[in-house]
């Protein structure tokens, strides 16, 4: 079946340590998305990317690195630089780069930071 | 920042219409009105979008006022799987996509 896969679903990691979560998609999407989401709050947007090797920052984008190499794919690394990373992440895609697209979400990972 | 604003939440009798107001006063032209709502830990769901007129499919209506400066998702008949937070959002040919907090809608039996 079609649809965006994020893993893992849980992740725990120690204080200083790098973490990178997987994003894949299967819907030949152009356009990708990492979102962050903190307890009773909404999406905040971490990077997005437009096209295969090419990629802007969002509006929380401090901290967090991605990579584009190939359509299908757009991990995100969480790096020690972030200074509060536990939270919920969510990946998504669009179909169309530019034009009305509605946005297709995986299940999210949720990141705790011990 | 969002361009939307929203009420935080709202309650609806489980049965009636629920109507879900968003205020986009700086809304341009060539933007789109999109609804989406998420289930509690799970990723948002598209629900519709519009550009001027109004649309319906089979999860809700989008009512969106002559001057586009807002709009009104209606679900005809909310059941309690219809609580959820619901975001508004605005999009253009840009796809810098920001969601707002949203309206937290909930169904009261």
């Known amino acids: 079946d079609g649809g965006i896969t994020q893993s893992p679903k849980y992740l725990f990691r120690k204080e200083g340590q790098n973490v990178t979560l997987s994003c894949e998609q299967n819907?030949?999407?152009?356009?990708m998305y990492w979102y962050r989401q903190d307890p009773g709050q909404g999406l905040r947007l971490i990077y997005y990317s437009q096209i295969v090797n090419d990629f802007q920052k969002g509006d929380i984008a401090e901290g967090y690195s991605v990579s584009r190499e190939k359509k299908e794919s757009f991990p995100l690394t969480v790096t020690s630089a972030q200074k509060n990373p536990t939270a919920f992440y969510l990946c998504a895609s669009s179909l169309y780069r530019g034009r009305t697209g509605e946005l297709f979400f995986g299940e999210g990972s949720r990141l705790t930071v011990l | 920042d969002a361009k939307t604003t929203q009420p935080t939440s709202m309650d609806c009798a489980e049965g009636r219409a629920a109507n879900l107001p968003c205020n986009h006063s700086t809304i341009s032209g060539n933007e789109y009105v999109y609804w989406y709502r998420q289930i509690h830990s799970q990723g948002p769901q598209y629900i519709i979008h519009?550009?001027?007129n109004n649309e319906t499919n089979e999860m809700a209506s989008l009512i969106i006022t002559e001057d586009r400066k807002s709009s009104t998702l209606i679900l005809p008949h909310a059941t309690l799987r219809d609580t959820a937070v619901y975001y508004c959002?605005?999009?253009?040919?840009?796809?810098?996509?920001?969601f707002g907090k949203g309206t937290r809608l909930h169904i009261l039996p």
């Open positions: 819907l030949n999407h152009d356009a």
């Open positions: 519009g550009l001027k």
């Open positions: 959002i605005v999009k253009g040919r840009d796809d810098k996509i920001i």
